[in-house]
């Protein structure tokens, strides 16, 4: 019986040019030659896999999203391809690209001046120097737009920050870390990029963490960290830009999500394959058919939306609330479908060397962060009815 064993099984990849699957591609072998084999050993630990980061540069990854800057380029349905063929393989990866080339390199690329630019991307998009993004605070999550306790004060020619922050991925490593803070004189939230070493800026990485382990997320703490005016982010001046960020970092999210729960779905699918019971494999079973299905189902709706979404961002018909309800949805399918894969693979979905347990534990994180279910639901919500029901 032929079958088709491909998840993209609505030829998505065919709306790509050929160099852009070509990225894919090389980005597949990548991840599965170099970086599945591996993967586990550093999730067990906590550990980053620097020494490999050499090599994962060349892949030409960093800042698809953008146009010049000595960005490759290519816009937003590559860089979501991308995102999603990182998670197929390890979601802490996605993750760690999700926060130096969206997040971070986001950040410069909508809210920095034209020299801002020049100065920072071309070497965030040759990965010679890596990036994180410090929003969130202890105290201070969904609510950042208006609860940011991390303040700025201008002194001159400079801007001293004293505040907190945490879950601030890439952070205990990162050259640059882009500090938003509110402006005590105006009241508004500002983006800085702090170097690392500056006096006063500390990052303790967070331990014990039971969902994308390789990430390191850390605790910062500026204590009068002082900042020249030229590293405030000249086109940033209140949350508004800071959401302009998220939208565009939503998205990718909401591909990160169809890449866990694709690369879930295919172990699965091999897994029942190969193992026998009752003196056959489970694959030949209706009830284990009817879970492949439904995976395959939430995977191939989501990877639909998502490139819809990247075509609509392309045309810049992409507003706030296509990329949460993409972001909300895709989580949620994704949650969904770990959840079967696991539930396929018996008492080995469990094991980390069966890989599925690391989709299932990792998804907990990519559900909740850059904008709860909640919180993008809202989002859209006050897109559709016209009333805000944050508060
Ligand atoms: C692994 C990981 C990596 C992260 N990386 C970064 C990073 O690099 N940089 C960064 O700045 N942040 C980062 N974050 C933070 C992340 O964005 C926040 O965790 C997220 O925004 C939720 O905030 P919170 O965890 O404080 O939850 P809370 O805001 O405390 O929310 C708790 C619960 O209350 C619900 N809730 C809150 N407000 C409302 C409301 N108005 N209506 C209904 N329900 C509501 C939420 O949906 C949630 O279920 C990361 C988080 C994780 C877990």
Redesign the pocket.
């Known amino acids: 019986m032929p079958t088709t064993a491909d998840a993209d099984f609505y030829g998505l990849d065919r709306l790509l040019d050929d160099a852009g699957r070509e990225a894919v591609q090389r980005t597949r072998e990548f991840m599965i030659k170099e970086i599945e084999p591996v993967i586990n050993r550093y999730w067990t630990r906590e550990e980053f896999p620097h020494e490999l980061i050499p090599a994962f540069a060349r892949l030409r990854i960093a800042g698809l999203a953008y146009d010049g800057y000595g960005c490759p380029g290519g816009g937003p349905l590559i860089d979501g391809m991308i995102a999603m063929e990182l998670a197929r393989v390890d979601p802490s990866i996605s993750?760690f690209m999700g926060?130096h080339s969206g997040?971070a390199m986001g950040s410069i690329y909508l809210c920095g001046s034209e020299q801002q630019k020049q100065r920072w991307l071309p070497q965030m998009a040759s990965m010679a120097k890596i990036g994180?993004?410090?929003?969130?605070?202890p105290?201070?999550?969904?609510?950042?737009a208006g609860g940011l306790t991390t303040t700025a004060r201008r002194d001159g020619d400079q801007w001293v920050i004293n505040g907190q922050?945490?879950?601030?991925?890439?952070?205990t490593f990162a050259d640059y870390i882009i500090i938003?803070a509110r402006d005590q004189q105006d009241g508004q939230v500002k983006g800085f990029v702090v170097e690392k070493g500056t006096p006063g800026l500390s990052t303790t990485k967070m331990k014990d963490?039971i969902?994308?382990r390789v990430?390191q997320?850390a605790y910062i703490t500026l204590d009068g960290v002082r900042v020249p005016e030229s590293d405030r982010l000249q086109n940033a001046d209140s949350f508004r830009q800071t959401a302009k960020v998220l939208r565009l970092t939503r998205a990718g999210v909401a591909w990160q999500a169809v890449g866990c729960a694709r690369g879930a779905y295919e172990h699965a699918l091999a897994y029942a394959k190969e193992r026998q019971q009752f003196g056959r494999p489970i694959a030949a079973f209706q009830l284990v058919q009817d879970l492949l299905v439904r995976m395959l189902a939430n995977v191939t709706a989501s990877a639909c939306l998502c490139a819809r979404l990247a075509q609509l961002q392309a045309e810049g018909a992409a507003g706030d609330e296509h990329s949460a309800l993409a972001k909300a949805f895709c989580t949620v399918r994704m949650r969904e479908t770990v959840g079967y894969a696991r539930e396929l693979l018996g008492g080995n979905g469990i094991l980390l060397e069966h890989q599925v347990g690391r989709f299932v534990a990792d998804a907990?994180?990519?559900y909740?962060?850059?904008?709860?279910?909640?919180?993008n639901?809202?989002v859209v919500g006050r897109a559709i009815t016209g009333q805000s029901?944050?508060?």
């Open positions: 993750t926060v997040l994180a993004f410090g929003l969130t605070e105290d201070v999550g969904s609510g950042a922050k945490k879950w601030i991925g890439n952070a938003w963490k969902a994308l990430v997320n907990e994180a990519i909740s962060y850059e904008g709860t279910r909640e919180i639901t809202l029901a944050f508060v």
